[in-house]
């Protein structure tokens, strides 16, 4: 069975807080991705990677930064979280059928 | 236009009975399609990929009409465990994107 696993299941932080987010998968996947979700909006994709150190933007990537030094690990930061970032975050991996992990919520206060 | 359109629902149907969902996309250059099934507050999992050839898989079908653009999603003998957000996935060519549709509610009555 794949696994995707993320570092938090809630997180609350204050405005202007860095915040990292790890996402870790156990199948050897080439690609990953950090979506958020929220409601009326569906799931939209932040960022990207389909390589090690390799990342391309999302349909809304602004407030966002990635990181992946390694292949099994897909890092998301908030370089300066806002209250607008507050949202489910979800992690995927798959080099064809994407599998998601349970998702952080995160709470920016 | 969205990219990926679904009907929100909710679809209340009682158990036992047959249900099915359309989601239509407007990339005609579309390759890959894929239906997901998620549980309030929790991850989106795979329920089943959508060949040319429509699929099937126990209770589920999935069909695909690239003449007309749409995916669908039979659900046969509905059961209270069905009851779920349904959503729709459509990837461009030559491309690792999802792009999903916001979801279709199914609620299953007892």
């Known amino acids: 069975d794949v696994k995707v696993t993320q570092s938090s299941r809630y997180l609350v932080k204050r405005t202007g807080e860095k915040v990292f987010l790890e996402c870790v998968q156990d199948m050897d996947h080439e690609n990953m991705f950090w979506y958020r979700q929220d409601p009326g909006l569906g799931l939209r994709l932040i960022y990207f990677?389909?390589?090690?150190?390799?990342?391309e933007k999302g349909d809304i990537p602004e407030g966002y930064s990635v990181s992946r030094e390694k292949k099994e690990r897909f890092s998301l930061i908030l370089e300066s979280a806002s209250t607008n970032q507050t949202s489910m975050y979800l992690c995927?991996?798959?080099?064809?059928?994407?599998?998601f992990g349970p998702g952080t919520r995160l709470t920016v206060t | 236009r969205k990219e990926v359109e679904q009907d929100p629902g909710p679809f209340n149907v009682p158990e036992g009975a047959t249900v099915a969902f359309n989601c239509t996309y407007s990339n005609s250059a579309s390759q890959s399609f894929f239906w997901y099934r998620q549980d309030c507050r929790k991850e989106p999992k795979l329920l089943m990929s959508?060949?040319?050839s429509g699929n099937e898989d126990g209770r589920f079908t999935a069909q695909l009409n690239r003449a007309s653009q749409y995916i669908s999603l039979l659900i046969r003998d509905s059961k209270l465990s069905d009851s779920a957000t349904y959503l729709c996935?459509?990837?461009?060519?030559?491309?690792?994107?999802?792009?999903f549709g916001t979801g279709t509610r199914l609620k299953v009555l007892a």
């Open positions: 959508v060949y040319s």
């Open positions: 990677s389909y390589d090690v150190k390799m990342k």
């Open positions: 995927a991996s798959g080099d064809y059928e994407q599998y």
């Open positions: 996935v459509v990837t461009a060519s030559g491309t690792y994107k999802y792009i």
